[in-house]
């Protein structure tokens, strides 16, 4: 169906910089939402990031102002830049978004397999 490859996680000391990069591929139609998550040790899941199809963007109060989002409908792919990262940014970050999958008549959300991010002295 569809899978989403997240990639640029790394290990980083405080104040650089990573960005990540969802590609999405498979029987796409066309994507709704896109967002980014992430999951610390012993915390939930919570969102960082999301992006609409007209590209209206909403941010967690941690991170707005220091990752923006933004997406190529072409390329089917999803960033987050993350500047300025902090310890606290450690965590696994999930790619997520809301597809039409062709053939379909409904969106239904996929999930991309995580890709982990240290921030660290």
């Known amino acids: 169906q569809v899978q989403l490859v997240e990639s640029g996680g790394g290990w980083v000391q405080p104040g650089e910089s990573l960005r990540l990069v969802c590609a999405a591929s498979g029987s796409i139609s066309s994507f709704n939402d896109m967002g980014w998550y992430r999951k610390a040790p012993g915390k939930q899941r919570e969102l960082v990031a999301s992006?609409?199809?007209?590209?209206?963007?909403n941010y967690a109060d941690a991170v707005r102002g220091r990752f923006p989002i933004s997406r190529d409908n072409a390329k089917n792919k999803v960033y987050l830049q993350m500047n300025s990262l902090k310890p606290e940014d450690t965590a696994v970050y999930y790619c997520?978004?809301?597809?039409?999958?062709?053939?379909?008549?409904?969106?239904?959300?996929?999930w991309g397999q995580g890709t982990q991010v240290n921030v660290s002295s």
């Open positions: 997520n978004a809301s597809v039409l999958v062709r053939g379909r008549l409904w969106n239904e959300n996929f």
């Open positions: 992006i609409s199809e007209n590209s209206r963007t």
